[in-house]
């Protein structure tokens, strides 16, 4: 169940920051921590950034989170063409009492 | 090293069973929250169930309710997934994660593919 919002993709060139969006509701993002993820079809997805602005070891600082009220935000700075993946928000959501992901997001390095 | 093992999928009918099995290693397996996450092919991904450490609290999500039962056996440090009653949108491939609503899902296994098809 996707009851986080996401655009569908997102591009930049290589070097550029690319910024996507994730916007939720006082039942998820609005009082639970955000995690986000990045996937390669046919691969394990990764964790990316967790407790919103908090990067596992061995993530590039190029990966930085952000939230405000019931949205989030990850901004994938100096994008290299292996930055080229699907990314989600994911967070648990105390009305459905269980995690909702976002609808994902498709980034295009040109 | 961390490592997660899933097996068990395959190709099943429609209305058909299958149980999913995820071996751990590298990690106290008993120690930590256990989630089942699917990703359906042309789709994003969606979580499906997950259980505490203990085994004691589990949650599922609406899309699995009352066909799907999450399950550990921490002596064996093996997660299950039983699947019942599967239909053709139930067919994705399906990852075990260690975490929980704070910490995210760190360690993820490769993966099993599960297709419903007649």
């Known amino acids: 169940q996707s009851v986080l919002t996401q655009p569908p993709s997102a591009s930049g060139t290589p070097g550029q920051t690319v910024t996507i969006s994730c916007s939720g509701s006082s039942s998820n993002i609005g009082s639970n921590y955000v995690h986000w993820y990045q996937h390669l079809p046919g691969t394990a997805p990764k964790l990316l950034v967790y407790r919103n602005n908090q990067r596992p070891s061995g993530v590039p600082d190029r990966f930085s989170g952000s939230k405000s009220g019931t949205s989030v935000a990850l901004a994938i700075s100096g994008l290299q063409s292996e930055d080229e993946a699907d990314y989600y928000c994911a967070a648990w959501d105390d009305s459905l009492t269980g995690y909702v992901f976002g609808t994902g997001t498709k980034v295009t390095v040109l | ?118």
């Not at chain 2, 995820?22 to 499906?48: D, E, I, N, Q």
């Not at chain 2, 491939?93 to 098809?117: F, I, K, M, P």
Request: hydrophobic letters at 30%; charged letters at 15%.
């Open chain 2, 1 to 118: 090293e961390v490592q997660l093992l899933e097996s068990g999928g395959g190709l099943v009918e429609p209305g058909a069973s299958r149980r999913l099995s995820c071996a751990g290693s590298g990690f106290p397996f008993s120690s930590y929250t256990m989630s089942w996450v699917r990703h359906a092919p042309g789709k994003g991904l969606g979580w499906v169930s997950a259980i505490s450490e203990s085994g004691s609290i589990t949650s599922q999500a609406d899309s699995v309710k009352g066909r799907f039962t999450i399950s550990r056996d921490n002596s064996r440090n093996t997660l299950y997934l039983q699947m019942n009653s599967l239909r053709a949108e139930d067919t994705a491939v399906y990852y075990c994660a260690t975490g929980d609503r704070n910490s995210g899902w760190l360690h993820w296994g490769q993966g099993t593919l599960v297709t419903v098809s007649s």
